[in-house]
C-alpha cells in the first residue's frame, strides 16, 4: 500500500484534546469519509522522527491534534453518541485521463 494512501494523525502526549482521540483511534473507532479501507499512522510529534515529519507535512503544532491524507488538512472530531472518531478529509478530484492523440475514423 502506497505510504499516499494513509490518513496521517499527528498528535502529542502532553495535548489535552489529543487523549480521548488516541484512546479511540488505539481502539480501531473511527470513520472517515474515505471509500475503501484507509489505515491510520499515528505521529508522535514528540519524537523527533514525528516532529520532523509534522513541518514537513506543512502542519503547525499549535493546530494537534491534526491529520492529513494525500496532502489535504483532514477535520477530526469525535462523535460522542457512537464513540468514534471521525474524519473528514478533503478528497483531490482524480486526473483527468488524456484523449486519445489518435482521431477517432
Do not use: W
Not at 522522527?49 to 472530531?77: M, N, W
Amino acid at each position: 500500500m502506497s505510504e499516499d494512501n494513509v490518513i496521517k494523525v499527528y498528535h502529542s502526549p502532553h495535548c489535552q484534546p489529543c487523549h480521548e482521540i488516541m484512546e479511540l483511534l488505539n481502539k480501531g473507532r473511527f470513520e472517515s469519509n474515505i471509500e475503501g479501507d484507509v489505515p491510520i499512522d499515528l505521529v508522535d510529534v514528540t519524537s523527533e522522527e514525528g516532529f520532523k515529519e509534522l513541518h514537513a507535512a506543512g502542519v503547525d503544532v499549535s493546530s494537534i491534534p491534526a491529520a492529513r491524507y494525500k496532502g489535504q488538512t483532514c477535520k477530526l472530531g469525535i462523535d460522542e453518541d457512537q464513540q468514534v472518531v471521525v474524519i473528514e478529509c478533503k478528497i483531490p478530484a482524480a486526473s483527468p485521463k488524456p484523449e486519445s492523440l489518435t482521431p477517432e475514423v
